[in-house]
């Protein structure tokens, strides 16, 4: 190995290790084992426990889940509220708001047989069937670096050191991390996995593809009176407070089981105005009588953040690498037409065990899986993807309302089947105008009953970090927040970031300086994404750290 690792690290050998405890990395686990279960597999997954970090929406469409475990309800997978209504509507305005007819919404917000659900219960049971099945898991480890062969093939990953201080220095608790060695290794860490980034650009694996694009969404669960409560009611959104700056996205209220309601904005972080905050359209959102009529007399009861790549099929990156594969939200396989990826993310994963099972079963090793890609676009998840791919771009080039009218016409009409790919090409961190070009944004305060802060937020994310270490949100030039990104925005990730963690503050000795809240962080990664000088980059704390998810 050329690797960085010590002499003296410890290491285990598998035929596979995989990267991340989510829908794409469980399910390629579990599919593996079901082929052979000679097969040694481990997950590592830096979350607390398995679905720790995991969150989305989320509406579930169960294809995949038929297919890797037909008999899920005699298994008692965990999805329990069948969606029995779709609701669309568009908000005019902070107190009124449209329904849209079904019969003028694209097809795909058609939710008949589906089921809403917690992902990260969904994940905590897939969990449980790839342990059944031998899998083994290791929570609270973080795949921090690439372990390499000498001939530049990925031969694993080195799990994160433990134990070393915010000074760099080794602590009495100190313990190195470990080198998983793989004989192909699969990356699952959902989107903008921070090896993931590495890979696709150490291997060029986006060249000639189209960037990728991104939301951010935020997501509460409340406990409602039961009056206000409608097992199985799905209700979509567009418009306003959005629609107030020209931004991307859109709003969802979803009822479930056992009296509670989900709420959640995802915001287009293409969007152009740095006085803009995700957090705070959210705690506006709740506010519109659409919304609110189901959450007054409520207890808001969880909180948390992530990003989607919701690029579409033209930002895919290639998916195989001298060595592994990366799969599902890393590689941008959810759907945005459809507002769906778990099922997507957990096909990519199945169609990854097929394929390195195979060569697992020719002696193969570290290579490149170069079959994946045939067997993908032969894949229902595939050609999902290539019947919606103009959705986002659309949006993002047209607006809701003429971009909206383009979908529907294109898939509602055509099936997707018209002869033309949309382009995409700016990158949401270069979207942002400067702070003096910008109308400035006067967010109210909230009120503590409907709207809250986001200290009190990231309080109910259970969000924790070991104090004394480095700093897993890195500047590359710790001169640019204050010399570029204050000068000319205003310093945005004051307001980009859901969980308080950037903050200019003012030092009578030093003058302004970017004040760095990483205990704060719930692992969104939207600063990654969306600094406008691409001067932050995310890497892996200490296993464990970050939101501890329940029913998220």
């Known amino acids: 190995m050329n690797n960085d690792q010590a002499p003296e690290r410890e290491f285990m050998e598998y035929d596979v290790v995989i990267v991340g405890a989510g829908p794409a990395g469980l399910s390629a686990a579990c599919r593996l084992a079901q082929i052979n279960p000679d097969i040694t597999i481990c997950i590592v997954e830096k979350g607390s426990e398995v679905g720790a970090h995991i969150l989305s929406g989320a509406v579930f469409e169960p294809t995949a889940l038929n297919e890797l475990f037909p008999d899920w309800k005699e298994l008692g997978a965990p999805l329990n509220t069948p969606v029995v209504g779709d609701d669309i509507y568009w908000l005019n305005s902070e107190s009124k708001g449209t329904k849209i007819p079904t019969a003028f919404a694209p097809k795909t917000f058609n939710n008949h047989g589906n089921y809403i659900i917690s992902l990260g219960n969904l994940c905590r049971w897939l969990g449980e069937q790839a342990e059944n099945l031998g899998v083994e898991i290791f929570p609270g480890f973080s795949a921090?670096?690439?372990?390499?062969?000498?001939?530049?093939?990925?031969?694993?990953?080195?799990?994160g050191d433990m134990g070393i201080g915010a000074d760099g220095e080794?602590?009495?608790?100190?313990?190195?991390?470990?080198?998983?060695?793989?004989?192909?290794?699969?990356?699952?860490?959902?989107?903008?996995?921070?090896?993931?980034?590495?890979?696709?650009?150490?291997?060029?694996?986006?060249?000639?593809?189209?960037?990728?694009?991104?939301?951010i969404g935020i997501k509460e669960i409340w406990q409602v009176p039961?009056?206000?409560?409608?097992?199985?009611?799905?209700?979509?959104?567009?418009?306003?407070?959005?629609?107030?700056?020209?931004?991307?996205?859109?709003?969802?209220?979803?009822?479930?089981?056992?009296?509670?309601?989900?709420?959640?904005?995802?915001?287009?972080?293409?969007?152009?105005?740095?006085?803009?905050?995700?957090?705070?359209?959210?705690?506006?959102?709740?506010?519109?009588?659409?919304?609110?009529?189901?959450?007054e007399g409520g207890e808001r009861i969880s909180y948390g953040a992530r990003a989607i790549a919701k690029g579409g099929l033209q930002s895919q990156p290639e998916m195989s690498?001298?060595?592994?594969?990366?799969?599902?939200?890393?590689?941008?396989?959810?759907?945005a037409a459809k507002i769906k990826g778990s099922h997507t993310a957990m096909k990519s994963g199945m169609i990854a065990a097929e394929v390195v099972a195979a060569a697992l079963a020719n002696d193969r090793s570290q290579d490149k899986l170069e079959e994946y890609a045939a067997a993908y676009q032969e894949s229902w998840a595939w050609k999902e993807l290539?019947?919606?791919r103009n959705f986002a771009p659309a949006l993002h080039k047209w607006g809701n309302f003429l971009g909206g009218a383009y979908t529907f016409i294109d898939l509602n009409l055509f099936n997707g089947k018209l002869p033309w790919t949309l382009t995409d090409p700016k990158p949401d961190y270069a979207q942002l105008k400067e702070a003096g070009q910008s109308e400035k944004i006067n967010y109210p305060k909230p009120?503590?009953?409907?709207?809250?802060?986001?200290?009190?937020?990231?309080?109910?994310?259970s969000?924790?970090?070991?104090?004394?270490?480095?700093?897993?949100?890195?500047?590359?030039?710790k001169s640019i927040p204050i010399d570029v990104n204050l000068a000319k925005y205003d310093e945005p990730a004051q307001r980009y970031c859901p969980a308080g963690v950037y903050e200019i503050v003012d030092d009578e000795a030093s003058g302004k300086r970017l004040q760095i809240n990483a205990q704060n962080c719930v692992h969104c990664k939207t600063c990654d994404i969306k600094d406008p000088s691409q001067n932050i980059t995310w890497v892996t704390p200490e296993g464990m750290g970050g939101p501890n998810y329940t029913n998220m």
């Open 144 to 159: 921090a670096s690439l372990l390499m062969s000498d001939d530049g093939q990925v031969a694993g990953v080195i799990t």
């Open 170 to 215: 080794a602590k009495d608790s100190y313990v190195p991390g470990i080198e998983l060695r793989a004989k192909y290794t699969l990356f699952a860490e959902g989107a903008r996995g921070h090896l993931g980034k590495q890979l696709i650009k150490q291997f060029e694996l986006d060249k000639g593809k189209q960037c990728q694009h991104y939301g």
């Open 226 to 295: 039961e009056a206000q409560h409608k097992p199985g009611l799905v209700v979509h959104s567009a418009g306003w407070p959005l629609s107030n700056t020209g931004t991307g996205g859109g709003g969802f209220l979803y009822h479930i089981e056992g009296n509670q309601v989900i709420v959640g904005l995802i915001t287009d972080l293409s969007y152009s105005n740095p006085h803009l905050s995700p957090f705070d359209e959210f705690q506006q959102y709740k506010h519109h009588p659409v919304i609110k009529q189901y959450l």
């Open 321 to 335: 690498f001298p060595g592994g594969l990366i799969l599902g939200d890393n590689a941008g396989t959810l759907n």
């Open 386 to 388: 290539h019947q919606q």
């Open 447 to 461: 009120d503590g009953k409907i709207s809250f802060d986001k200290l009190s937020s990231v309080f109910l994310s």
């Open 463 to 477: 969000t924790n970090h070991e104090e004394d270490q480095p700093c897993h949100l890195t500047l590359k030039d």
